[in-house]
């Protein structure tokens, strides 16, 4: 079984093996729709009775191919692809919340998500609150309502580089009766697999490290299988019968890939966040080597971040790989394997020489992504973070003259070199 190898031959051999004379790469599966020659076949279909697939809105080979993979790779028992991070985020907490539900959520989150939170999901009426993720397990759940669902964090927030305590915020959320969502983009299954520590579901952006390469936007959900949708009776969406379905239902039916079930059945049914063939074919591409370059990441960028502590315009840094950072004891216990390719530090000058050394770079490239091969750096303030008055950049943990980092896979000695060049010419 490839469930029982090691993760490396997962990222290779994962979910697809070629037949006799088949191709030997994960072949993409182009089309919208598929033919069926009597009612009987279709109708299985739509009773969710068949695993074969009618509309690519719903569902196509080579991406199964690559829910299959994902699944393996965090170790889950199911996998649901979404156009984006945003959307398998989204999806995630509407498969389970409708208007008067709250969930839980630590602070140092994606932006994206934290507009999600704040802004889109609030207007739906579900109200999620934002905690410290450092706050005691006694204190986390003192926040749980009798309408609390989950509890979501990432295990390394972005862009604040904290790393979450998954085992404390796992038993906090089994007290609460409540699944743990963790959002698992920047260690990516190579370096965290949260599923281990006790998560229920994990979410990520595969537009980041899985595919790796800044080719295709997309997202992707694994669940646990280990979480008990009954107990309690605060999850009627997958223990009750569901009406677009004549009555199914999802939990009794579909067991350990019930919540994926449902994401797929009613979720990317309604609101169409299907993957595209082409981009779960690129994706998979990224993850067969997802283990080699991850460590390579957290190598180049514990390097660079060493470097840059003892640099003279440098001021701070923050990189959790870093002895003595904030979290490094979380991260020897979460991140074993290297704390990922994402750091921030802060140049001496505050936001007019963050600008300038920007435009110093040579080698690196500004862009708004993190995850790529290719290093690469943002100024917040200036550019992401630029609406925000100073003082709520502040608040946002933006300082005017933080430099986040995203290192890539060049030689490590050019890298620096560009660094040290960029910040020479600051003086
Ligand atoms: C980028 C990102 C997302 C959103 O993903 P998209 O693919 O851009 O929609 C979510 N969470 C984290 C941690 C991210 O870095």
């Known amino acids: 079984m490839i469930k029982d190898l090691g993760f490396e031959t997962r ?19 182009q089309n919208t729709t598929y033919r069926y020659y009597n009612a009987k076949d279709v109708a299985e279909l739509f009773d969710l009775d068949s695993p074969n697939h009618m509309y690519t809105r719903l569902g196509s080979p080579t991406v199964d191919k690559f829910e299959q993979k994902m699944a393996l790779l965090e170790g889950g028992t199911a996998g649901m692809a979404a156009s984006a991070g945003q959307a398998a985020t989204l999806i995630t907490i509407l498969n389970i919340c409708s208007a008067g539900d709250h969930v839980i959520s630590a602070t140092n989150i994606y932006g994206g998500t934290h507009n999600l939170f704040e802004v889109s ?9 934002l905690i410290d993720q450092d706050l005691p397990l006694e204190e986390i759940v003192k926040h749980a309502r009798p309408n609390t669902k989950a509890l979501f964090g990432e295990t390394l927030g972005n862009p604040a580089l904290s790393v979450l305590d998954i085992e404390k915020f796992a038993r906090a959320a089994g007290e609460m009766g409540v699944p743990l969502i963790v959002d698992n983009t920047l260690a990516s299954p190579a370096l965290c697999r949260p599923i281990e520590y006790g ?6 952006s595969t537009t ?10 997309g997202g992707c959900v ?16 997958l223990t009750e019968p569901d009406q677009s379905y004549h009555g199914i239902r999802f939990y009794e039916k579909f067991g350990d890939g019930a919540f994926c079930m449902r994401l797929k059945a009613v979720m ?33 960028a514990l390097a660079l971040a060493k470097h840059l502590k003892d640099h003279p315009m440098v001021d701070w840094i923050v990189y959790p790989g870093l002895e003595g950072d904030r979290y490094h004891e979380l991260a020897k216990k979460y991140l074993p394997k290297g704390a990922s390719g994402v750091l921030s530090f802060g140049v001496k000058g505050g936001r007019e020489a963050g600008e300038k050394f920007l435009e110093n770079l040579d080698l690196t490239s500004i862009v708004v992504h993190v995850g790529d091969i290719r290093t690469s750096v943002l100024h917040p303030a200036s550019t992401t ?11 946002a943990g933006i300082t005017p003259s933080l430099i986040r980092v995203s290192v890539g896979l060049e030689t490590i000695d050019d890298i620096i070199a560009d660094f040290d060049q960029a910040l020479e010419r600051l003086k």
């Open 11 to 29: 990222c290779v051999h994962g979910a697809y093996k070629a037949e006799s004379g088949q191709p030997q790469v994960l072949p993409i599966v």
């Open 121 to 129: 999901l609030k207007r739906l009426g579900i109200d999620v609150e």
């Open 199 to 204: 998560a229920n579901i994990v979410v990520q």
């Open 208 to 217: 980041k490290y899985a595919d790796g390469h800044g080719s295709c936007v």
């Open 222 to 237: 694994v669940e646990g299988g280990n979480f008990n949708w009954e107990a309690g009776g605060r999850f009627p969406e």
């Open 268 to 300: 990317v049914r309604d609101f169409g966040c299907t993957m595209a063939p082409m981009n779960a074919y690129l994706t998979h591409q990224g993850l067969q080597t997802l283990h080699l370059r991850m460590e390579r990441h957290s190598s180049n």
């Open 385 to 395: 973070h630029r609406q925000l008055s100073e003082e709520d950049q502040l608040a």
